[in-house]
C-alpha cells in the first residue's frame, strides 16, 4: 500500500513539482500516493497544514519562518526540507507609469529603473499621491524583493510608496482599475495583466537577487519527525520530477497538464512560457528570453540552504521594525532542514553541497563548491546592488542596510 | 455584536445571515462585493468576522487584521486556538472567523456554531443540486444514446436500453459513461 500524503497549494506555476511529481508518477515510484488540495489564499493553505487538513504544503518562504516565530497567530514551529524553486516573480507597472521609468521593448535595468522611479514616486508623493504597490502576502519573498529593490534604490518604503496585499487572481484587475501602480506577483498573473493591456512587466525579480529563495515545501516539525521516511521519499520524487521539469523536451506536455481545471484552471500558453522563461513584456509584442527566470533543479536549487532562511528572517526584521533577536534567527534558521535533504538523497547520484549555508550573493561569476557527492557550479548569485549577505554576522549586515 | 459576513456567493451569504437573525444581540452585515473590502470592513467595525475559506481576499483580511490602526480594537484569529474541535469544524465546513480580542467566548461560541451548521448546509445543498442536476444529465444522454442505436440498428428503445446496459455490465462500468462514450463518438462520427 502506497502511503498517502496530501498537499496544498495555490494555483501558480512554482507548485508545479508535487502536482507532477504525481502526474508522471515520480512519488508512486517512491511508494507515495499524493492528494493535492487546491486553495485560493495562503491563509487557507496555512490553516489546512496547521490543523491537519494537509501534510505538506507549497508555501511562500517568509511564511514558513513567521509561523514558527508565531508572527500574527500563536506560534506553529514548520520544516523545510526542499526548496521548490527560486525566483519566477516579476514586477508589472500600469502602462503609463511603465512608459516613465523603463524604455520599452526589453527587462529594463534594476539600477536604471530603480533611479528613476525613486525619482517619480517621490514626486508623486510630494503632490500627495503615494504611488501603490501590490503584493501577494506580507510573508512573501515578493513582498521582500520589492522592497529590497526600492530601499536600495533610495526610496522609503511604507513612506515614500505604499505596499498592499492583493490576491494574485485580482491582480491585472487592480492594476487595470488604478487601484495599484504596480505589482509583484507570480505567474501567470503578470502575463494576465500584460495581456489584458492592464501592465507592462518592467523586471524580473530574477534580476533584484538573481538566485533568490521562492516557494518551500513546508510541514509541522512533529509531522517530519513522525513520518520522516516518507518525506524523504517525497524529496527524492520531487528532485526526480524537477530534473525531469527543466528539459525542455517536456514543457509543453508540462505545461498542459498544469493548466487542467484541477490545478492552475489557465491558460497552457502563459504557463508554458513561464516555464521556458520567456517573457510577454507587452501586449502585442513578441516574448522576451530571459534566462533563469524560474529556477526548479540546477545548482542544487532545491537545496534548503540555511542561509536563505537567515536572510529571509533578517527582512523580516528589517520590515517589521521588531528589532534583531538571536534567539528568532536561531529559530528562523532552523526552519530549513537540509540534514533531511541530504539523508534522502545520499548515496543517489544527486549532487550534495559539502556545506549547509553559504554567503548570499558573493557569486558573480560560475564557481565549483565543495561536496558530499557528485559536482556542482554556481552561476552569479548577486544581489543587484553589489551587497552580499554573510550568514555569520545577521546583525552587521541589517546595520548596513540602507 | 455587529457581525460581517464577507462571502462572494451571495446565496451562502444570505444562508448565514438567514441563520444568525435568530440571535437577538447580533446585527449582521454582508459584504459580497470584493471591491473596497477593506473600506467597507472598516466602516462596519465588526466585532466577528466571517469568511469562507476559498475566497482569495483571506490574505488581504488577515494583513489588513494585522497591520491596521484603523480598528481600534485588534482582531485575533478564530475564537480560541486551543479549542481544536472548534477549529477542525470550522475548517472542516469551509469558513474562517475573525474576533475581536476580549469579546466573551460564550457570546461568540454559538454564533460561530451555528455559522459551521449553515455553512455544511449550504454545502449538502449544492452537491444535493449538482446531484440531481447530474442525474438529468445522464437521463439526457442515456436517451440521446439509445436514440442513436434505435436509428442505426433499427432497434427498439427496449432493445437499445439493453444493449447499453450489456456493454456497461461488460466493461464493468455504468451505463451513463457508456451512454456518454456512445454519443461522443457518434458526434466525433459525424453524427448530430
Keep these: 500500500m502506497a502511503a498517502e500524503l496530501t498537499i496544498g497549494f495555490l494555483p501558480l506555476v512554482d507548485a508545479c513539482l508535487p502536482i507532477l511529481a504525481r502526474e508522471h508518477g515520480f512519488a508512486e515510484a517512491e511508494g507515495l500516493s499524493l492528494r493535492l488540495v487546491r486553495d485560493m489564499s495562503w491563509a487557507t493553505v496555512l490553516d489546512r497544514l496547521l490543523y491537519g487538513h494537509s501534510d505538506a504544503a507549497h508555501l511562500v518562504a517568509p511564511l514558513a519562518i513567521a509561523t514558527t516565530l508565531g508572527r500574527g497567530r500563536p506560534a506553529q514551529p514548520l520544516s523545510v526540507p526542499f526548496i521548490l524553486g527560486l525566483n519566477g516573480n516579476a514586477i508589472t507597472l500600469t502602462r503609463d507609469l511603465a512608459d516613465k521609468v523603463c524604455p520599452p521593448g526589453r527587462l529594463g535595468d534594476p539600477r536604471v529603473v530603480g533611479t528613476t522611479f525613486a525619482a517619480y514616486a517621490k514626486r508623486s508623493a510630494a503632490t500627495g499621491k503615494r504611488l501603490r504597490f501590490g503584493v501577494v502576502h506580507r510573508y512573501s519573498s515578493h513582498n521582500y524583493m520589492l522592497r529590497y529593490w526600492l530601499a536600495a534604490s533610495g526610496l522609503r518604503p511604507d513612506h515614500d510608496v505604499e505596499i498592499v496585499t492583493i490576491a494574485p487572481p485580482y491582480c491585472a484587475d487592480a492594476l487595470e482599475a488604478n487601484e495599484v501602480d504596480g505589482i509583484c506577483v507570480g505567474e501567470p498573473w503578470n502575463s494576465v495583466a500584460v495581456e489584458r493591456g492592464a501592465g507592462r512587466i518592467v523586471l524580473a525579480t530574477a534580476q533584484i537577487w538573481r538566485r533568490g529563495v521562492e516557494k518551500v515545501l513546508a510541514l509541522r516539525e512533529p509531522v517530519l519527525a513522525d513520518r520522516r521516511e516518507e518525506i524523504e521519499a517525497l524529496v527524492r520524487a520531487l528532485v526526480a520530477t524537477a530534473r525531469q521539469f527543466v528539459d525542455p523536451a517536456n514543457w509543453e506536455a508540462n505545461a498542459a497538464i498544469l493548466a487542467r481545471p484541477e490545478y492552475l484552471d489557465g491558460s497552457a500558453e502563459l504557463i508554458r512560457r513561464a516555464i521556458s522563461d520567456q517573457l510577454l513584456l507587452t501586449q502585442g509584442s513578441a516574448t522576451v528570453h530571459f534566462p533563469d527566470f524560474m529556477f526548479q533543479y540546477r545548482e542544487a536549487a532545491n537545496f534548503p540552504w540555511v542561509s536563505q532562511a537567515q536572510w529571509l528572517y533578517t527582512q523580516m526584521v528589517r520590515w517589521e521594525g521588531s528589532g534583531y533577536s538571536a534567539a528568532d534567527a536561531a529559530k528562523a534558521a532552523g526552519v530549513f532542514r537540509p540534514d533531511v535533504y541530504r539523508s534522502a538523497l545520499i548515496g543517489t547520484d544527486e549532487p550534495l553541497p559539502s556545506a549547509s549555508s553559504k554567503v548570499e550573493g558573493s557569486l558573480s561569476q560560475i564557481t565549483a563548491v565543495g561536496t558530499q557527492q557528485g559536482t556542482i557550479t554556481l552561476e552569479s548569485n548577486s544581489f543587484f546592488d553589489g551587497r552580499s549577505f554573510d550568514p555569520h554576522d545577521l546583525a552587521g549586515y541589517l546595520a548596513a542596510l540602507p | ?192
Design chain 2, 1 to 192: 455584536m455587529r457581525v460581517a459576513v464577507v462571502d462572494e456567493s451571495a446565496s451562502r451569504a444570505a444562508v448565514i445571515r438567514e441563520g444568525l437573525q435568530a440571535f437577538d444581540d447580533c446585527e449582521i452585515f454582508v459584504v459580497t462585493e470584493r471591491h473596497g473590502l477593506i473600506a467597507r470592513i472598516g466602516e462596519i467595525a465588526p466585532d466577528i468576522v466571517l469568511i469562507d475559506l476559498g475566497n482569495p481576499s483571506r490574505d488581504v483580511l488577515e494583513e489588513y487584521f494585522a497591520v491596521s490602526r484603523a480598528l481600534a480594537r485588534p482582531i485575533a484569529m478564530f475564537v480560541d486556538e486551543s479549542d481544536a474541535d472548534a477549529v477542525t469544524a470550522s475548517i472542516d465546513a469551509g469558513v474562517s472567523s475573525y474576533v475581536v480580542d476580549g469579546l466573551a467566548p460564550h457570546r461568540i461560541r454559538p454564533i460561530l456554531d451555528l455559522a459551521v451548521k449553515r455553512f455544511n448546509a449550504f454545502a449538502q445543498l449544492h452537491s444535493d443540486l449538482a446531484e440531481a442536476q447530474g442525474k438529468v444529465a445522464e437521463r439526457e444522454s442515456i436517451d440521446r444514446a439509445k436514440r442513436i442505436l434505435m436509428d442505426s440498428r433499427g432497434l427498439t428503445e427496449p432493445q437499445a436500453y439493453a444493449e447499453l446496459r450489456k456493454a456497461a455490465m461488460d466493461k464493468g462500468c455504468r451505463i451513463a459513461q457508456i451512454a456518454a462514450a456512445l454519443v461522443t463518438a457518434h458526434s466525433l462520427m459525424g453524427g448530430t
